[in-house]
């Protein structure tokens, strides 16, 4: 796996320039959000950076990335002719920055890459991610989501992993407390289902336990009254999230919480959280007869007991109230969506097979 290079810390965006020269790059292509990189507090730096050179911005794509957005991106690619791509924002912009890049690479139709039929090759050029929220860790992981004719993807190469990565906690002080709280439930979540996941090493795990530990102490803060150590703490949490999916991937509560998104239109990271407390309270339900991982029934239980540590939950039956509570006090518990017997049923329907094969106990429907 590639090494990335790291510039983090306070005012950190201002080493964008250094990062532009070492890659010798004279052609830019800037992927950003539309308002917020308008509104955001770095806009002038990353112009500053881009004085002198030719660039192109490519902003024309809504949340969620879909293939018809990234088609528009890849065209803009061809004709610009770019030497290096600067994706700042959050987890569509960084995730669309990627599918363009990865896709560039491509001389035959995108589609069967896309539905797995077909493996890439690499990708095109050097990226640069600049997150601006706090919560996919997109900037830490060699995938990227896509949405095709409807159903969601994740195309997936090594190479796809940025080469770059500004952390700068400045750019996220912004932040109103609904998005705060809905990517930030995010990162914890990522945190603990890539420390439970079937796929998960002795190094995913020290990431994944970093993120818990900084999210679990900080997302309150950040969502009610954010101060420079809670955004600067969320902003940690979800890069080393994203480092700990990146190889052990996510699990149940992600599996199921596409479908909250698509037919709710629930943000991600509230319909994550909405579904946590059901997959941890099953999780921890583990015996020899509904055990996936195969490193056995004490390893899971292991597993499960540092995160309750962690998360200080008293008692293995309260771990579904904890995340009530926790929903409840980020103002994440109100919505259309209620889970009972017949959501649960619905859920079994369409469900992400190959997320919830890494969860590391069999899920209950009832």
Same mark, same amino acid.
């Given at each position: 796996?590639? +090494?990335?290079?790291?510039?983090?810390?306070?005012?950190?965006?201002?080493?964008?320039?250094?990062?532009?020269?070492?890659?010798?790059?004279?052609?830019?292509?800037?992927?950003?959000?539309?308002?917020?990189?308008?509104?955001? %507090?770095?806009?002038?730096?990353?112009?500053?950076?881009?004085?002198?050179?030719?660039?192109?911005?490519?902003?024309?794509?809504?949340?969620?990335?879909?293939?018809?957005?990234?088609? =528009?991106?890849?065209?803009?690619?061809?004709?610009?002719? %770019?030497?290096?791509?600067? !994706?700042?924002?959050?987890?569509?912009?960084?995730?669309?920055?990627?599918?363009?890049?990865?896709?560039?690479?491509?001389?035959?139709?995108?589609?069967?890459?896309?539905?797995?039929?077909?493996?890439?090759?690499?990708?095109?050029? %050097?990226?640069? !991610?600049?997150?601006?929220?706090?919560?996919?860790?997109?900037? @830490?992981?060699?995938?990227?989501?896509?949405?095709? +004719?409807?159903?969601?993807?994740?195309?997936?190469?090594?190479?796809?992993?940025?080469?770059?990565?500004?952390?700068?906690?400045?750019?996220?002080?912004?932040? %109103?407390?609904?998005?705060?709280?809905?990517?930030?439930?995010? !990162?914890?979540?990522?945190?603990? *289902?890539?420390?439970?996941?079937?796929?998960?090493? *002795?190094?995913?795990? @020290?990431?994944?336990?970093?993120?818990? *530990?900084?999210?679990?102490?900080?997302?309150?803060?950040?969502?009610?009254?954010?101060?420079?150590?809670?955004?600067?703490?969320?902003?940690?949490?979800?890069?080393? !999230?994203? =480092?700990?999916?990146?190889?052990?991937?996510?699990?149940?509560?992600?599996?199921?919480?596409?479908?909250?998104?698509?037919?709710?239109?629930?943000?991600?990271?509230?319909?994550?959280?909405?579904?946590?407390?059901?997959?941890?309270?099953?999780?921890?339900?583990?015996? +020899?007869?509904?055990?996936?991982?195969?490193?056995?029934?004490?390893?899971?239980?292991?597993?499960?007991?540092?995160?309750?540590?962690?998360?200080?939950?008293?008692?293995?039956?309260?771990?579904?109230?904890?995340?009530?509570?926790?929903?409840?006090?980020?103002?994440?518990?109100?919505?259309?969506?209620?889970?009972?017997?017949?959501?649960?049923? +619905?859920?079994?329907?369409?469900?992400?097979? *190959?997320?919830?094969?890494?969860?590391?106990?069999?899920?209950?429907?009832?």
């Amino acid at each position: 796996m590639k +090494e990335q290079i790291i510039q983090e810390g306070w005012n950190s965006l201002e080493k964008i320039g250094t990062l532009l020269e070492r890659v010798g790059c004279s052609r830019v292509l800037l992927v950003t959000g539309k308002r917020s990189f308008a509104e955001s %507090p770095g806009r002038d730096c990353i112009f500053e950076a881009l004085s002198g050179k030719s660039y192109e911005v490519f902003n024309d794509f809504q949340i969620n990335p879909k293939y018809e957005d990234a088609q =528009k991106g890849l065209d803009l690619f061809r004709s610009f002719r %770019p030497d290096v791509i600067v !994706a700042m924002g959050g987890g569509t912009v960084l995730d669309m920055a990627k599918l363009i890049n990865a896709l560039s690479s491509l001389s035959d139709d995108p589609v069967p890459y896309i539905r797995g039929a077909k493996k890439l090759s690499g990708v095109s050029l %050097p990226l640069i !991610a600049v997150p601006t929220t706090s919560g996919t860790g997109s900037e @830490a992981t060699h995938f990227a989501v896509v949405y095709l +004719e409807g159903e969601k993807y994740s195309l997936a190469h090594q190479a796809m992993l940025p080469d770059s990565v500004i952390l700068d906690p400045g750019l996220t002080m912004d932040m %109103p407390p609904y998005l705060t709280a809905c990517t930030g439930m995010d !990162a914890l979540c990522q945190g603990i *289902e890539s420390y439970w996941s079937v796929n998960s090493t *002795e190094e995913s795990r @020290a990431c994944s336990r970093r993120a818990v *530990e900084l999210a679990a102490g900080s997302l309150k803060q950040a969502v009610h009254s954010p101060r420079r150590d809670s955004r600067e703490a969320m902003q940690q949490a979800a890069y080393f !999230a994203g =480092k700990g999916i990146n190889i052990a991937k996510t699990t149940a509560a992600h599996a199921f919480s596409y479908h909250l998104t698509s037919k709710y239109a629930i943000p991600h990271g509230q319909a994550v959280g909405l579904l946590m407390g059901w997959v941890f309270q099953n999780n921890l339900g583990v015996n +020899e007869q509904n055990c996936i991982d195969p490193r056995g029934v004490d390893f899971v239980k292991s597993r499960l007991e540092d995160l309750c540590e962690i998360l200080g939950i008293p008692s293995h039956r309260d771990a579904a109230g904890y995340f009530d509570r926790l929903l409840k006090d980020l103002n994440l518990d109100q919505t259309a969506f209620v889970l009972n017997q017949e959501s649960r049923e +619905e859920l079994f329907q369409v469900v992400n097979r *190959e997320r919830l094969s890494n969860n590391p106990v069999e899920m209950e429907q009832g």
